[in-house]
């Protein structure tokens, strides 16, 4: 893909997770990295727990390199629903930073998994204390973070008043925040604005699109604004990953098929169109 612009594109895995709940593509990595790679992408986000034998760094490396492409960053998905991290969640995540120190640069990218807007109040403080704890521990590792809020209706952060609460608690000198377009709009709120309110924060970027019917649909079939994004990013210089989760109902079918319509379409679509 273009490289005279400030910022490179990547694919995340959980197009493949969806089906199944991660069951049906299930030790697959190494065949999503050749068709993240032939898609035209130049970067991968794995989940750190769906990787299979290729969570050895060794093996990751040397597959990452046989298809020329590079380990953008890592999703560290928890429940996260203590007033602390459980002990196994601390195993996990520090296992996760273990692995990044192999692959400088890659980024951190924290998620809660969604399990309900009960107690809302006390469990974003939580969330936040637990979030900026992961990040520093990273941090003090050399590796960058990036904090994503997700919309489903049971997550704690999916609404204009979640995000003012959480992205403004974030500890800005360990973490960032990755903007997730698809998120924001299924959130009832407009991306672009989202992301110049917080424009200081962002370090990472997820693009999907999104049709609110329900929700996902294949990128550039929807409604979210991703050239005036894309444009938006360009002129400010971000000089991050752009990384496409799509999440729309044909990636229940034919993930490979979505992976690479998004990379044509990437390439063929959005780019040129940029000024």
Known sequence: ??????????????????????????????????????????????????????????????????????????????DWNGAKETDEEKIVADNAIALLEHFPGAMLNTVQIP????????????????????????ADKGIPCSYHPNSPHTSIIRTEEDYKIVLESLDTSVTGWTPDVGHIINGDMDP????????????????????????????????????????????????????????GALALEDPDAVTLHDGQWIVNDLIPKLK
């Open 115 to 138: 399990t309900g807007r009960h107690d809302i109040e006390t469990r974003r403080k939580t969330l936040v204390n637990i979030v900026n704890t992961v990040s520093k521990r990273a």
């Open 1 to 78: 893909m273009n490289n005279k612009l400030p910022f490179r594109f990547g694919s995340e895995v959980y197009t493949w997770f969806m089906s199944g709940d991660g069951e049906t593509h299930k030790g697959q990595l190494g065949h999503m990295i050749e068709i993240i790679a032939k898609a035209g992408f130049t970067g991968i986000q794995p989940i750190f727990t769906w990787m299979g034998d290729l969570v050895n760094p060794e093996l990751l490396a040397n597959k990452l390199k046989e298809q020329g492409i590079e380990l953008a960053a890592l999703a560290l998905a928890q």
């Open 192 to 247: 672009l604005s989202k992301m110049k309110e917080y424009q200081s924060l962002i370090n990472h970027v997820h693009y999907k699109d999104w049709d609110g019917n329900p929700e996902f649909v294949l990128m550039g079939k929807g409604k979210v604004k991703l050239l005036e994004i894309t444009q938006w990013l360009k002129d400010i210089n971000y000089g991050g990953w752009i990384i496409c989760e799509d999440e």
